[in-house]
């Protein structure tokens, strides 16, 4: 979506990568200790590591050695209380992790487990579907259709039994209905969902969220109904709208409303991650999207909506993550503590 004014952040491979690293290293920390503390153990200085939200306020699991909480000790030691404190309101959040490229088993395992060690559900995004973000700024994924089954017959097998909420391949379905993606691979990419789709719902712990664009991109919702049906969305749980977007959660809602009744009657959760603010109007295609100055942290995830047919509010998008190297930003996926600060400054 990089290059789309309603498009999903992109984060480019290192990152994800680099995902695979810290999972390996929460999966021989909960294989070979027993203690809490040994668990949290970083390179980085830390303080007091954010605890667990109350199960019922949200039953995600809070990663204790995640960047907002290695950034806001490291902060503390250099005597920045007040920006400690304001990153420290993204740290105390539990927030997606995505799923990279390398190792998809130990990294899904890594992170399901520490999930399972502190009695929480993991939350996790998938992200590999071949000819990803249709050769654009993420551009990448699987090299073909089998690669892509066995990256996610990997992935589930990490998951296992444990208790896990995926959001499925930001952007695969909308890239297709807005013509990003070329017509040749529409009926692959199809399959390839439907078939993750159960895969990944013959786990006996794992709910399924087909993403399904925003508010501002594929309109009307009726348009999404069709791509959603035929990859799957009756054997998920529901669909994913807002994923590292600005919508507000009132429009997404609106949206995701007059869908689900096109769908079954499917529920649908919501990416409050930035949207506290809602969307930067009346900007170029580029400002609206990428590092938009004045946006905000929105609702802490917690599936206490207050609306029967939306599941949780979520934190998919990793506030503090550049966009990409815009408006002097850091690659896409890199931390980027101004904007991080910025967000958290401006949340209500």
């Not at 249709?134 to 990448?140: A, D, H, I, R």
């Not at 199809?190 to 078939?195: Q, Y």
């Not at 895969?199 to 794992?206: F, S």
């Not at 969305?233 to 995701?256: H, M």
Request: hydrophobic fraction near 35%; charge should be neutral; include cysteine.
């Amino acid at each position: 979506m990089y290059g789309s004014s309603t498009g999903t952040t992109r984060r480019v491979r290192g990152v994800l990568a680099r995902a695979g690293a810290a999972a390996g290293v929460l999966l021989l920390l909960a294989g070979c200790s027993s203690s809490s503390d040994e668990s949290r153990r970083t390179d980085t200085p830390t303080a007091t590591p954010p605890s667990q939200l109350p199960k019922t306020q949200s039953p995600f699991w809070v990663n204790p050695d995640g960047t907002a909480a290695k950034m806001a000790a490291r902060l503390r030691q250099d005597g920045k209380k007040q920006d400690a404190e304001l990153i420290s309101k993204i740290a105390a959040q539990p927030v997606a992790e995505w799923i990279g490229v390398d190792n998809p088993e130990s990294q899904t395992r890594g992170f399901t487990e520490a999930a399972a060690k502190a009695d929480r559900d993991a939350l996790l995004v998938l992200y590999d579907i071949p000819h990803r973000d249709c050769g654009q700024y993420s551009q990448g994924g699987a090299s073909d259709g089998d690669a892509y089954r066995s990256w996610l017959d990997q992935a589930a097998r990490g998951i296992g039994g444990r208790a896990a909420t995926v959001i499925l391949e930001p952007d695969a379905l909308p890239h297709m209905e807005d013509g990003c993606t070329p017509q040749q691979f529409h009926e692959e990419r199809f399959a390839l969902l439907k078939e993750a789709v159960g895969k990944l719902k013959a786990l006996p712990r794992t709910k399924v969220y087909l993403d399904a664009g925003n508010p501002s991109w594929v309109t009307p919702a009726d348009r999404m109904a069709d791509p959603l049906k035929r990859a799957g969305i009756d054997q998920a749980d529901g669909f994913a709208l807002n994923v590292s977007n600005f919508q507000t959660t009132a429009d997404s809602k609106d949206y995701g409303h007059r869908l689900s009744r096109l769908v079954g009657g499917k529920h649908f959760v919501i990416d409050t991650s930035r949207n506290g603010n809602g969307p930067l109007s009346g900007a170029d295609h580029e400002k609206a999207w990428c590092n938009p100055s004045g946006r905000a942290l929105g609702a802490p995830p917690t599936t206490r909506t207050g609306d029967s047919l939306v599941d949780a509010y979520l934190w998919v998008k990793r506030p503090g993550e550049s966009d990409g190297s815009c408006k002097g930003g850091p690659d896409a996926g890199e931390w980027w503590e101004t904007y991080a600060l910025e967000l958290a400054r401006n949340a209500r």
